[in-house]
């Protein structure tokens, strides 16, 4: 014992840090000088670097039509608004998701209907029907984390109730679901290129996603304030628009997510198979073989968390909990009346779950320390 705790405090502190932007946007030439010849031909507001980038996004998703946006929730408000949701409409979405999701739902007029989660994090599948009723219009299953809830099952239920399917795919790009990319199976979908995506602009960005002709044409046209043209209105809209400064970033982002993918699935496997010895204090995530997950939050169940969380960030690791108050217990939630009782695996997870980095830049060694360090708070 004796022994044990001295070779625990010998290990030298090495830095796991959770941010990884200062990273990426080291080496930032490429961006600069596509910067300079944007500067210079003054295209600041749509124009050839939004359409480049808007195409480029097209064949890579696998999806007809797409529609940059200025961030990833008026991505999902434009979603909804296409689809005519309104006031006295009922949508269904998860309780473990970003305030976004619902923030989305509530900023059309319509009432947020929550379901718990399963043990894989996801849209708890069997827990949607129960929810339906005549004011429901729509589904919004996220990619919670950069996997994917059963959306076979979910795609079953909407057909049947004849519900709008929109997906949250806001952490899912560079993601597959049964070979196809999340985002790829609602009627009208949305994307988010915030800092902390897969795919990545310095600052914000977001994208909605269609192979509907009709709605697409509605959303280019509503996305800039209604117009047809310079002088002609068709209906009154709003300006949602992506920054082409922001096109470029996003478009170099592209050319490179695969290799961003590829390394934060194989840091999530190495993670995986070392976690998968500390249980039953650590459970390493669930996952569905068949998909490939973006790995944008790597999140573990574990026994005393809060404490664990600490003593990591003693050990120089950083890491986040996402998130300790689910969205059926905020301020603003109180007014549905959601009952407790029916939330039963996000509370549990509220409670229990950390996510550790994960990220591209991230070494063997620095991974392997993380491990060391979890193994050690549970032995001393
Ligand atoms: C990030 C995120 C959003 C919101 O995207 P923004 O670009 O930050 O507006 C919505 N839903 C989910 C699941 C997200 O992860």
Redesign the pocket.
């Known amino acids: 014992m004796f022994l044990n705790v001295l070779m625990i405090f010998m290990v030298k502190k090495i830095k796991v840090p959770f941010n990884y932007l200062p990273y990426e946007f080291k080496n930032n030439s490429k961006i600069i000088s596509r910067w300079k010849r944007l500067i210079s031909s003054t295209q600041f507001t749509l124009g050839p670097y939004i359409e480049n980038f808007e195409n480029k996004f097209s064949n890579f998703i696998g999806a007809k039509y797409c529609i940059s946006t200025n ?6 408000i434009l979603c909804l608004k296409s689809l005519g949701i309104k006031k006295g409409d009922e949508v269904i979405t998860v309780t473990n ?2 305030y ?2 619902v923030g989305a739902i509530v900023a059309v007029g319509a009432t947020p209907i929550l379901v718990d989660c399963d043990d894989r994090y996801q849209i708890d599948h069997n827990k949607i029907k129960s929810k339906i009723n005549k004011k429901t219009k729509a589904i919004i299953p ?3 984390g950069g996997a994917s809830p059963n959306m076979q099952n979910i795609l079953k239920i909407a057909n049947r109730y004849k519900l709008h399917l929109i997906e ?1 795919a ?2 899912g790009i560079g993601g597959k679901y049964q070979n196809k990319s999340p985002g790829t199976f609602g009627i009208v979908n ?1 994307f ?3 800092p ?2 897969s795919l990545n602009v310095m600052g ?3 994208m909605v996603v269609t192979n509907n002709k009709k709605i697409a044409s509605w959303l280019l046209k509503y996305r800039n304030h209604g117009m047809v043209n310079r002088d002609k209105l068709e209906f009154w809209g709003i300006n949602a628009r992506l920054q082409p400064l922001q096109a470029v970033v996003a478009s170099y982002g592209l050319d490179k997510i695969d290799k961003v993918i590829d390394k934060r699935l194989r840091n999530a496997n190495y993670l995986d198979k070392k976690l998968s010895f500390l249980n039953p204090n650590v459970i390493a995530p669930k996952r569905d073989k068949k998909n490939i997950e973006t790995n ?1 939050l790597y999140m573990i169940l574990c026994k005393k968390r809060d404490k664990l969380k600490d003593y990591l960030q003693e050990q120089g690791i950083e890491t986040k909990i996402h998130y300790p108050i689910p969205l059926h217990k905020q301020k603003p939630a109180k007014k549905y009346k959601f009952k407790k009782n029916e939330f039963k695996t996000a509370e549990y997870q509220s409670k229990h779950l950390l996510t550790l980095p994960v990220h591209q830049f991230l070494s063997i060694k620095q991974l392997s320390y993380m491990v060391k360090m979890i193994d050690n708070f549970y032995k001393i």
């Open positions: 961030n990833g929730t008026d991505a999902l998701t970003f976004a999701t996220v990619h919670w949250d806001c952490m949305a988010s290129m915030h902390l995506k914000d960005g977001g944008a």
